[in-house]
């Protein structure tokens, strides 16, 4: 079958990819030596060796590790305009992006250069490719909250262009109801409101990213489906779950693809998307996602299309 640009009748909206997580090999190498910085691998190979996860924690470690090299806007910039030429080519209409605002200045990079660089390569985007292109910034939930609070205030001083606030990195431990602060004030800004809850974390963390954050969406959630209440809370209120099952498949929450809960998630009546989370780290971007649910799940083009529907109707828009 050939591939290339499907376009789907009303568009098709990408809610949950962390720029950070588009960061491909070849970009980490050649932004290491434009900043003179030298890596901790060998070459490509010995990076790229190091993809195998055994779940979000392995990942996490990499994914931070290799951010070291993101020091200016114009590096912030040139992660961006890279993913959105990839999301054109996958079909993508309208992009939601991550970013994590702690992740760079924890480590000495000032919050204008990351927030400027990713809104530059936005802007590009729409005059570029025609891609409507959204920035979310992510607390950082295994940092601490205090510092979470900072961040977004300095997120507000500076009246950086972001549409919503998100909940991301290592889940157990780390429950929505530590950041009820940050998220109200968020809310009284007039910020649309999304959390990672139900990755690795229980049930209860997406009733916590509900009732204590005000979430509008669920990133992941896949762990909903342990909870036969909360399934049915989700499906009568239509809360978006933004399902990524590359991610899931990486970071074993399923053992593969043909074992995805997607099709019984559609089935339950649920307002799920799929999703590409960290695509330079999980093999594939949002249209290799869809090639590999048509041949491991046998996915139609019916389900895909409700698919790219229920993605457009969960935009932040
Ligand atoms: N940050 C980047 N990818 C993530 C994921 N899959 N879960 C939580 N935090 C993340
Ligand atoms: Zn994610």
Do not use: W
């Not at 996958?90 to 480590?107: K, M, V």
């Amino acid at each position: 079958v050939e591939e290339g640009v499907v376009l789907h009748e009303h568009g098709l909206a990408e809610l949950h990819v962390h720029i950070e997580g588009t960061f491909e090999p070849e970009l980490i190498f050649a932004l290491a030596e434009r900043n003179r910085i030298e890596l901790p691998y060998r070459d490509l190979d010995d990076l790229r060796g190091r993809y195998e996860f055994g779940d979000l924690t392995s990942f996490l470690d990499l994914y931070y590790a290799n951010m070291d090299v993101l020091r200016t806007a114009q590096d912030f910039a040139d992660l961006a305009r890279a993913y959105f030429a990839r999301a054109a080519q996958a079909g993508i209409t309208r992009a939601e992006f991550f970013f994590d605002p702690q992740a760079h200045t924890a480590r000495g990079v000032e919050l204008r250069e990351v927030v400027d660089g990713l809104a530059d390569a936005a802007a590009g985007a729409r005059r570029e490719y025609g891609i409507d292109a959204a920035m979310i910034a992510s607390i950082v939930r295994d940092r601490p909250v205090a510092e979470a609070n900072d961040t977004f205030t300095d997120l507000m001083k500076m009246q950086a262009p972001i549409i919503a606030l998100g909940l991301d990195s290592a889940e157990v431990g780390y429950p929505p109801s530590l950041f009820e602060d940050v998220f109200a004030r968020a809310r009284a800004e007039g910020l649309r409101i999304t959390a990672h809850a139900g990755e690795e974390g229980p049930p209860e963390y997406v009733r916590q990213a509900l009732d204590l954050l005000g979430a509008e969406r669920i990133d992941h959630g896949i762990r909903s489906l342990e909870d036969p209440e909360l399934v049915a809370r989700l499906v009568d209120e239509q809360i978006p779950l933004t399902a990524c099952p590359l991610s899931n498949v990486r970071l074993r929450v399923v053992d593969t693809l043909a074992d995805h809960p997607l099709r019984r998630m559609l089935e339950a009546g649920l307002s799920v998307s799929v999703n590409s989370d960290d695509p330079a780290y999980f093999g594939g971007y949002v249209d290799d996602t869809f090639s590999a649910l048509r041949e491991q799940l046998g996915l139609t083009d019916e389900e895909r299309q409700v698919l790219a529907d229920n993605s457009m109707r969960a935009a932040f828009l």
